[in-house]
């Protein structure tokens, strides 16, 4: 087997596993829902999803790269093999690369998006405008298919660029700069946001516990998001894990992915919040809140230029340390199943991605009018078909693989006090919570679609 490239230290690692995790779905996806599901109560249970259900699979994900030291193919094969199980575990591996390649397809529109906004917010597009100037703003951008599309090429283009250079010059070296730089930025907006009127309100409106607004609806919802912000499901963190040396300890490091994760989740909304608060904004205004109530917010800020270029600044950085998490595992099962090189596979990768891009960004526009089962746009299917269906199902086979796969010796070694009782916790949650509590998402997502149509 060919030598894998390893990162160059654990410290590297968490910074590169944390990018992957810390995405849109920190800065763009968990205000708008925090907003729309109740704020505290969806908090409450997001916090509680993150630490039993999205964190045991994560350490299985990265336990089994670890271990297997391969792509993810012929990772879960050569583990399979080693256990005594079915070869058929290996469609895990191709189900994630789908996963994969389909998000990467939808995300990299929205990332397309913030790119605009950073430019709309660095040339001061939206001074002294009126919301409904604003509104048109976002409504004429997303009219016009060259220019969305070129913003989704751009985007593509700078995650297969880090891609290009490999494991330590490239996806290490970007993710151990935009990280620090992420957390800079996103500690000078609260710091601002803290100085607003709005900010005891949104304090409360994020952290006050009100046990009646734990609803059905609320506790899915945040129980989705939990899954889908922790990346998790779709073999990625299971590739990064493979770049690890086997002797590597990660229970730690799983700890502080999961802590960094739902730490920039939340600053996030203590700097979105006090803003919408104190302009009199709803916060439940859905994916709309990023593109639309926020630039109405900075055409009333003094400064607003600044503190606009500043957040989409926050929100690239976010999109870009993920989407890295989405080629990598693409190139690297092309690199080790073709035999090609590094260069090759990131060209090849890039133009399908691309070519998917495609037809998501004309959803808004050229292809507004077609309507899959007359409910989904073209975005719409790619989008709740990955994370929707795929990405649980692949959550669930890895959750119950790995909870038959990975022993005690994987995680701690023998002197490593109380190892023993949390790897039984960590299996037991791995085995039969996990797979129970992804299985009810999925189902309330596809009951919800078939009612919808």
């Given at each position: 087997?060919?030598?894998?490239?390893?990162?160059?230290?654990?410290?590297?690692?968490?910074?590169?596993?944390?990018?992957?995790?810390?995405?849109?779905?920190?800065?763009?996806?968990?205000?708008y829902?925090?907003?729309?599901f109740?704020?505290?109560?969806?908090?409450?249970?997001?916090?509680?999803?993150?630490?039993?259900?999205?964190?045991?699979?994560?350490?299985?994900?990265i336990?089994?790269?670890?271990?297997?030291?391969?792509?993810?193919?012929?990772?879960f094969?050569?583990?399979?093999?080693?256990?005594?199980?079915?070869?058929?575990?290996q469609?895990?591996?191709?189900?994630g690369?789908?996963?994969?390649?389909?998000?990467?397809?939808?995300?990299?529109?929205?990332?397309?998006?913030?790119?605009?906004?950073?430019?709309?917010?660095a040339?001061?597009?939206?001074?002294?405008?009126?919301?409904?100037?604003?509104q048109?703003?976002?409504?004429?951008?997303?009219?016009?298919?060259?220019?969305?599309?070129?913003?989704?090429?751009?985007?593509?283009?700078?995650?297969?660029?880090?891609?290009?250079?490999g494991?330590?010059?490239?996806?290490?070296?970007?993710?151990?700069?935009?990280?620090?730089?992420?957390?800079?930025?996103?500690?000078?907006?609260?710091?601002?946001?803290?100085?607003?009127?709005?900010?005891?309100?949104?304090?409360?409106?994020?952290?006050?516990?009100?046990?009646?607004?734990?609803?059905?609806?609320?506790?899915?919802?945040?129980?989705?998001?939990?899954?889908?912000t922790?990346a998790?499901?779709?073999c990625?963190m299971?590739v990064?894990?493979?770049y690890?040396?086997?002797?590597?300890?990660?229970?730690?490091?799983?700890?502080?992915?999961?802590?960094?994760?739902?730490?920039?989740?939340?600053?996030?909304g203590?700097?979105?919040?006090?803003?919408?608060?104190?302009?009199?904004?709803?916060?439940?205004?859905?994916?709309?809140?990023?593109?639309?109530?926020?630039?109405?917010v900075?055409?009333?800020?003094p400064?607003?230029?600044?503190?606009?270029?500043?957040?989409?600044?926050?929100?690239?950085?976010?999109?870009?340390?993920?989407?890295?998490?989405?080629?990598e595992?693409?190139?690297?099962?092309?690199?080790?199943?073709l035999?090609?090189g590094r260069?090759?596979?990131?060209?090849?990768?890039?133009?399908?991605?691309?070519?998917?891009?495609?037809?998501?960004?004309?959803?808004?526009?050229?292809?507004?009018?077609v309507?899959?089962?007359?409910?989904f746009?073209?975005?719409?299917?790619?989008?709740d078909?990955?994370?929707?269906?795929?990405?649980?199902?692949?959550?669930?086979?890895?959750?119950?693989?790995?909870?038959?796969?990975?022993?005690?010796?994987?995680?701690?070694?023998p002197?490593?006090?109380?190892?023993?009782?949390?790897?039984?916790?960590?299996?037991?949650?791995?085995?039969?919570?996990?797979?129970?509590a992804?299985?009810?998402?999925?189902?309330?997502?596809?009951?919800?679609?078939?009612?919808?149509?």
């Amino acid at each position: 087997m060919k030598t894998r490239e390893k990162w160059s230290s654990l410290l590297a690692f968490v910074w590169v596993a944390a990018g992957a995790a810390v995405g849109l779905g920190n800065i763009w996806k968990f205000p708008y829902m925090a907003g729309s599901f109740g704020g505290s109560a969806f908090v409450l249970m997001y916090l509680i999803f993150v630490l039993l259900v999205a964190i045991p699979i994560m350490a299985a994900e990265i336990m089994l790269g670890k271990l297997s030291q391969r792509n993810a193919v012929d990772g879960f094969r050569y583990l399979a093999e080693l256990h005594h199980k079915s070869k058929s575990w290996q469609l895990t591996g191709y189900l994630g690369l789908t996963t994969l390649g389909l998000m990467f397809c939808f995300y990299s529109v929205i990332a397309g998006f913030g790119i605009a906004y950073l430019y709309f917010g660095a040339t001061n597009a939206f001074l002294d405008k009126s919301p409904e100037e604003v509104q048109g703003i976002w409504v004429n951008f997303l009219a016009d298919p060259v220019v969305v599309l070129f913003c989704s090429f751009l985007f593509i283009f700078f995650t297969m660029a880090i891609v290009y250079f490999g494991i330590k010059k490239g996806i290490e070296k970007s993710c151990t700069l935009m990280m620090p730089g992420l957390l800079a930025v996103l500690l000078v907006l609260v710091f601002h946001s803290s100085s607003s009127g709005g900010f005891g309100q949104a304090f409360d409106f994020l952290f006050s516990f009100e046990p009646n607004k734990i609803q059905a609806d609320v506790v899915i919802a945040s129980l989705g998001h939990a899954l889908f912000t922790l990346a998790v499901g779709a073999c990625a963190m299971m590739v990064y894990g493979s770049y690890l040396p086997k002797r590597t300890s990660v229970a730690k490091s799983v700890l502080i992915i999961a802590v960094l994760d739902v730490l920039v989740a939340l600053l996030a909304g203590l700097a979105i919040f006090p803003l919408i608060f104190e302009n009199g904004l709803s916060p439940s205004q859905g994916p709309g809140l990023m593109f639309v109530s926020l630039p109405i917010v900075f055409a009333k800020m003094p400064f607003g230029w600044f503190w606009g270029t500043l957040f989409f600044i926050l929100l690239f950085f976010a999109a870009l340390s993920s989407s890295l998490s989405f080629a990598e595992p693409l190139v690297d099962h092309f690199i080790e199943k073709l035999g090609m090189g590094r260069h090759r596979a990131v060209l090849l990768i890039g133009g399908l991605v691309f070519v998917g891009s495609i037809f998501c960004a004309l959803s808004f526009n050229v292809f507004s009018h077609v309507k899959i089962a007359g409910r989904f746009s073209i975005f719409d299917l790619v989008a709740d078909l990955s994370t929707n269906l795929l990405l649980p199902i692949g959550g669930i086979a890895i959750s119950i693989f790995a909870g038959q796969v990975v022993k005690l010796e994987d995680f701690f070694t023998p002197h490593q006090k109380y190892g023993h009782a949390i790897f039984l916790l960590w299996r037991f949650l791995t085995l039969f919570v996990a797979p129970a509590a992804i299985l009810i998402v999925m189902i309330n997502s596809l009951w919800s679609a078939i009612h919808t149509m």
